[in-house]
């Protein structure tokens, strides 16, 4: 069972992060079976695939450890006092772990990594001291008073305790320790070990702060991003640009200027170009420069849509991608000569993540289904089709579910919305049935499984569960189509965009029990259109045919015990014909009658 302060909320299929988690081993053959290897995760193979390095806590603290393949080994080739500790707002639009992101040399001795150092001041100045938390509140009985030049890191003053492990903590500890000590300013900087004498050389050392390091294919060059000296906080600047560091000298080279946020970057594997995320609230597009710097291409344009994982094909001649698109997470491969959009994934709907890779052409993800709540497939050139190649939990396609789809229609000014719909499990057409509406927007056609929201469990006891997705003022920057249609729901207008969008669809009267779910940070927008639809009693319409109620307490079904296993990283290598991920467990058990 996860501990409730191991949370991780807003990912889009509303997993858990298991801190301690685990490595596995499979062959790309379909039917093979995994092999746990090593505590840890985000694992990433050598060049030659005889070795795997993945981070893991096993020695108390955060280092990287390699696995070697064929002895079984495992080796920790860093000894950082404290851990590696990247700054955790470098993931800023991303995924969770995107900070800690790391990679190997082509020669595959050496690895290069972030994690946050004192700035070393070459400048012969004064080193940047940040001003010290005043010591008030409960040891001294005074307020702290905050004031339009409160520096920002001061308003959370006594909200987290230090020893959490909650995201919002570790992203504050270290600044709150450095300003009540008076420490010099600690940056994000990129270092080199190596994997075999296990010597770690400090790459950077002024205060520009770099994250996403990334070796080029010739081994001379780490391409990264850098905010230039911009504070990460919040969602990262609005201005962060690409540069090429070489290794022997450190000498940098911008790829990129001008404003804009500019970061991710992934060398093409023949080396001549560098593709990167771009964008700002949220709409990230994908953009490729040459390898000797210039002007941008955004090669996601058509899709109008904002990209959450991409992968450079073999020959380096395309780039698939996966982009958000409503309920569900397409993925495409573009063309970067013709601008061809092909379809890689299958047409059904599902949430998809942990994009990946291989040199003879193969790509393989996470997907999460309506049925299955974590699947790896393959997609293979050969076949130009994908196929399962590990279903984390089989015993789920043996369960009595409720049907889930994905329900569309349009609100009065036009819109194109939707939503989601689990029937009951025991559905039959003309019955009345009782309805919960789970008024949370932006959920995706995963596994519902997820127990702090509407569920499987729920249909199991004989109700219908639809989600909505409605747009609200809250949400505008979360992505969930294109950039019109979520900004929509901004401003002072954005109150009537959302009792539009659901009350368009929740319009039958009816005189049953009626249930809804608002989050207590959806519920200073969602206020009124709760009220709003608690007045009217409604029920989806279209979707599951609603009369009276029946006055009889419905019986409770016995739910099984359901596991989830969440994929939290996907990594291919062709040379063994192998993927390693890691993966965590979270357990929902469900009430008796």
């Given amino acids: 069972m996860i501990p409730i302060a191991d949370q991780f909320y807003g990912d889009r299929s509303g997993r858990l992060e298991d801190p301690f988690g685990h490595v596995w081993l499979v062959s790309t053959q379909q039917g093979s079976l995994p092999q746990k290897i090593a505590h840890g995760l985000l694992p990433v193979w050598s060049p030659d695939g005889t070795r795997i390095a993945y981070y893991s806590e096993q020695s108390k603290s955060r280092q990287l450890w390699t696995y070697d393949r064929k002895s079984g080994s495992r080796e920790r080739i860093t000894a950082i006092v404290g851990g590696i500790a990247p700054d955790p707002s470098a993931s800023m639009d991303g995924w969770l772990y995107d900070e800690y992101r790391y990679s190997w040399s082509p020669d595959g001795r050496y690895l290069v990594f972030a994690s946050m150092a004192t700035v070393n001041n070459t400048d012969g100045g004064e080193v940047d001291v940040p001003l010290p938390i005043p010591r008030k509140g409960k040891q001294t009985g005074e307020p702290l008073i905050l004031t339009n030049t409160t520096p920002r890191e001061w308003t959370l003053q006594g909200v987290f305790a230090e020893s959490s492990k909650t995201v919002t903590t570790e992203r504050m500890a270290a600044d709150v320790a450095d300003k009540q000590t008076h420490s010099p300013a600690r940056r994000n900087q990129l270092f080199v070990v190596d994997s075999r004498i296990h010597s770690v050389r400090q790459v950077t050392t002024d205060d520009s702060i770099y994250i996403d390091p990334q070796w080029s294919p010739d081994g001379k060059t780490i391409v990264c991003a850098s905010s230039e000296g911009r504070p990460l906080y919040g969602y990262g600047p609005d201005t962060m640009n690409i540069y090429a560091i070489d290794v022997a000298t450190g000498t940098k080279v911008a790829l990129t200027t001008g404003p804009g946020r500019k970061w991710m970057p992934s060398w093409s594997p023949d080396g001549g170009q560098v593709a990167y995320w771009g964008g700002k609230n949220g709409m990230l597009s994908l953009y490729v420069v040459a390898a000797a710097g210039g002007e941008g291409t955004n090669v996601s344009s058509k899709r109008d849509r904002s990209v959450w994982r991409f992968a450079w094909s073999s020959d380096s001649r395309a780039i698939v991608m996966i982009y958000v698109d409503g309920v569900s997470d397409p993925i495409v491969r573009i063309e970067l000569a013709s601008g061809v959009v092909t379809p890689i994934s299958e047409a059904t709907s599902a949430v998809r993540m942990a994009l990946t890779t291989s040199a003879v052409g193969s790509f393989a993800w996470e997907e999460n289904g309506p049925s299955a709540p974590a699947v790896i497939r393959i997609w293979s050139p050969e076949q130009n089709a994908s196929f399962p190649l590990v279903n984390l939990n089989p015993k789920v396609t043996d369960w009595r579910l409720g049907r889930q789809e994905v329900v569309q229609w349009k609100n009065q000014a036009g819109d194109q919305l939707e939503g989601i719909l689990i029937y009951p499990t025991d559905y039959q057409e003309g019955r009345s049935y009782p309805l919960i509406v ?156």
Avoid at 468 to 494: C, I, L, M, T, Y
Avoid at 496 to 520: E, F, H
């Fill in 438 to 593: 789970d008024a949370y927007p932006d959920t995706g056609n995963y596994f519902m499984g997820y127990p702090m929201g509407g569920n499987q469990a729920w249909a199991s006891m004989g109700y219908a569960v639809f989600w909505p997705n409605v747009r609200a003022p809250h949400d505008w920057q979360n992505v969930f189509k294109s950039e019109a249609h979520d900004h929509a729901g901004k401003g002072p207008d954005g109150l009537a965009v959302m009792l539009d969008d659901l009350k368009t669809r929740i319009t039958t009267p009816w005189n049953g029990a009626w249930y809804t779910r608002c989050d207590s940070c959806f519920r200073a927008s969602a206020t009124a259109a709760c009220a709003s639809v608690s007045r009217s009693r409604a029920a989806v319409s279209s979707a599951v045919r609603v009369a009276r109620s029946p006055t009889r307490k419905l019986p409770l079904k016995k739910y099984p015990l359901l596991t989830v296993c969440t994929v939290l990283s996907t990594i291919f290598c062709s040379a063994t014909a192998c993927c390693t991920f890691a993966s965590c467990l979270a357990t929902v058990a469900s009430a008796d009658s």
